[in-house]
């Protein structure tokens, strides 16, 4: 190797290594737990389902079992034009629903249809996040191209993936429960600590294959204090929750708000757990889902683990789907 060669690799180790020295030390703790976190190749390196790999046919039969009330709660909200534009983020933009009805006349019937345009991602309507919704450094879960982008959506790695719908056990973790309010405050940070207190007092445990549920009274709050941007200030993870999530190995995260705090405490990282989630472990994530009439119904059975169902569209190809997850006990 010539002279010139080996200054030029010297500068560019030289580049790189500088500019990871800017790096604020917590994005350097996001980036050692991305890396210890990845699933990438562990269930090989075609695998499209990520965490929910973890719900085997035993974990399907044991949550059957659980309803004992026989009491179905939705986790999700009705899809209008009021509920996609409710916090007044800049997001609310791409957030949008259009329904339009229509009478038609068809061999001697009269016929209604309807016509939806829904575009769902963001701060306001329940939907799933699929593991084509976010990338880091141009690659989705297990290293698919993220620039394999159509109109149509992703070939390799679309909402399909989940078309045999996601059947487990639920465990509700209700931090404002556990701290005796209502709700959390606009910002507020949930840590690994806050859910173990949680299982220790209501005698609960999050298992490989669970679905996680965390709420924040986020609806309580806008109740009580009116709209406000959410996509600055809100009550969510703190980013190391992950690592809890990996150890226990669950399956599917979800929150009554978009799951990542905001402020998230990494000046670099605007959705740190969407990245550690999504990206590295390949976990589907539930955003925005109605918690206070389950919340409620937990309390009343004082049972904060049940039967849930979660069946997104089937779309081919797409970064998600609206929801409408279903609780039973």
Known sequence: MNTRNLTTIAMAFLFFWGSAQNFSDKKKEYDRIFEQISNKGKWGATDKKGTVNYIDSDKILSALKLPQAGVSVSLSFDITVETSQINHSEFDGLTQYNHQTNAV????????????????????????????????????????????????????????????????????????LLR???????????????????EKKYNVKIEQGDIVLVRTGRWSEKSANGDWDSSKL????????????????????????????????????????????????????????????????????????????????????????????????
């Open 105 to 176: 006349e068809f061999a001697g019937y009269d016929w209604a249809t309807d016509s939806y345009n829904i575009s769902y991602h963001g701060f306001t309507v329940s939907h799933m996040d699929g593991l084509a919704h976010l990338g880091q450094a141009g690659k989705l879960y297990n290293g698919y191209d993220a620039s394999k982008m159509t109109p149509q959506g992703f070939d390799e790695l679309g909402i399909e993936a989940f078309n045999q719908g996601i059947i487990s056990k639920a465990v509700l973790i209700d931090i404002p």
């Open 180 to 198: 005796g309010k209502d709700f959390l405050e606009a910002g507020t940070s949930i840590t690994i600590e806050d859910i173990l207190e949680f």
């Open 234 to 329: 809100s009550a969510g993870l703190h980013y190391e929750v992950p690592l809890l999530l990996a150890e226990r190995k669950v399956s599917v995260l979800g929150s009554d708000g978009t799951n990542d705090v905001q402020p998230s405490g990494i000046a670099e990282e605007s959705s740190p757990i969407h990245k550690l989630t999504l990206v590295a472990m390949g976990m589907p994530l539930l955003d925005n889902l109605s918690l206070e009439a389950v919340a409620k119904e937990a309390q009343k059975q004082q049972n904060w683990e049940f039967f849930i169902t979660i069946q997104p569209l089937r779309f081919k190809g797409g970064t998600g789907s609206p929801v409408n997850a279903v609780a039973i006990f």
